[in-house]
């Protein structure tokens, strides 16, 4: 199964993937992810992503589309994969067509998760990341079992993202508006868009999720 999860920050696709990926036995593959880990890692990329990121901006196109193109290859997305965070502009989409294509490849569907924006403010306010393994929390309807720790085998620290602060949010939510919505109507004219209703418990969205999944 290939699928891309289009939504707002802070819709929760992360939280989904970790369980969509256990039952159908994906792979998530998440630029924001991707782009941390090489922050952290001091790279090249990590470095001209940096600013960008800070300010709740998108990385430049052709820097992302290089980086998917490297990650599409690996061995471990044969089983199939989720792309979270990519693509999120229209020539993004056009270049993951591209890439597809040389590779043989076709996307089963394209998951639209759908959240009002002063939910999606309360929400990333109130999340909280690892700084080792990445898992996300929120303080209220997903805590840690012990404040500020990780309940995974790193128990690592939590921390708040940078972008994850009020002024950073209210720049991603408007940059995602302006340059991510229109995939919607990119991938409807393709008939592959599953719009997905994210207000809830994390459990009942994710039946609605596998209800569209499970047809494929
Ligand atoms: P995320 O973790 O998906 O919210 O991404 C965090 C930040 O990484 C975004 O605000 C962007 O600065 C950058 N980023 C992640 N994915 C992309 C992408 N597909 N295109 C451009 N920038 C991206």
Known sequence: MKLIFLGPPGAGKGTQSERMCADYGVVQLSTGDILRANRKAGTELGQKAQKF???????????IIDMIKEELKKPELSKG???DGFPRTVPQA????????????????????????EELVKRLTARRVCRVCGKSYHLIFKPPLKEGICDQPCGGELYQRDDDKEG?????L?????????LIDYYSSKNLANKIHGLGEIGDIYSRIKTVLDKF
Do not use: S
Not at 53 to 63: F, K, R, S, W
Not at 94 to 108: T, V
Not at 168 to 172: K, Q, Y
Not at 174 to 182: L, R
């Open 53 to 63: 990121m800070d300010a709740g901006e998108l990385v430049p196109d052709q820097i």
């Open 81 to 83: 994969y989720i792309l």
């Open 94 to 117: 056009q270049a993951l067509d591209k890439l597809l294509e040389d590779m043989g490849q076709k996307l089963d569907t394209v998951l639209v998760l759908e959240v009002p924006n």
């Open 168 to 172: 950073p949010i209210m720049n991603r």
């Open 174 to 182: 408007k940059v995602y508006e302006d340059q991510t919505f229109p």
